[in-house]
């Protein structure tokens, strides 16, 4: 298995955890351990990581990404304070950035994930980023009360439209295989 396949697991894994708003602790140290891969992979090819650019930029992003390392066996017991559901907000952001310019591809879970994050965190989205996504995601994601509704609404729309899009892609393989009868 390749770093990129590991991230990608780990990744949909952190993604669909979220949106199902479960165990914020494990979302955190499953999209730790993507960028970490991700990172690596990046660094191989003479990129960086968006998240280590935020970084140097903290005006842009203003969340404070909190160090998982010490929720991995064997760290101690430092009191890293706690993980709030919304600190994986931004690093799941920075994680599926990251594997689209490593990959050079994404999954669906990643597009919907960009799309939810903006949609929810609207200080950070900007007209242009919604261009190149169909209208039917934009209409599903860019409601004007998105932001004020609440956060387990917010986080059900996002995981709905994941199982949704997977739905619509299974039918349309599956009649594509009926054709080729």
Known sequence: MTRLDA???QLVTAVNLHLLDVEPVAVHVLANNALTLLKQELA???QRSLSEFAGSHPA?????????RIFLAGQG???????EDKD???LLFFACADYQSAAGKTE????????WFLAVNAEYARDAHFEQFPESIRAQFLP?????QPRVMQKQTGHALI??????????????CRKGD
Request: charged fraction near 35%; charge should be negative.
């Open 7 to 9: 991230a990608r697991k």
């Open 44 to 46: 191989g090819n003479g």
């Open 60 to 68: 842009l992003f203003g969340a404070e990404q909190k160090d998982a």
């Open 77 to 83: 017991d430092e009191d890293a304070g706690d993980i």
């Open 108 to 115: 669906l879970e990643f597009q919907i994930y960009g799309q």
């Open 88 to 90: 994986n907000d931004v």
């Open 144 to 148: 004007p009360e998105m932001p004020d």
């Open 163 to 176: 199982v949704h899009m997977h739905d619509e892609m299974d039918k349309a393989a599956t009649g594509q």
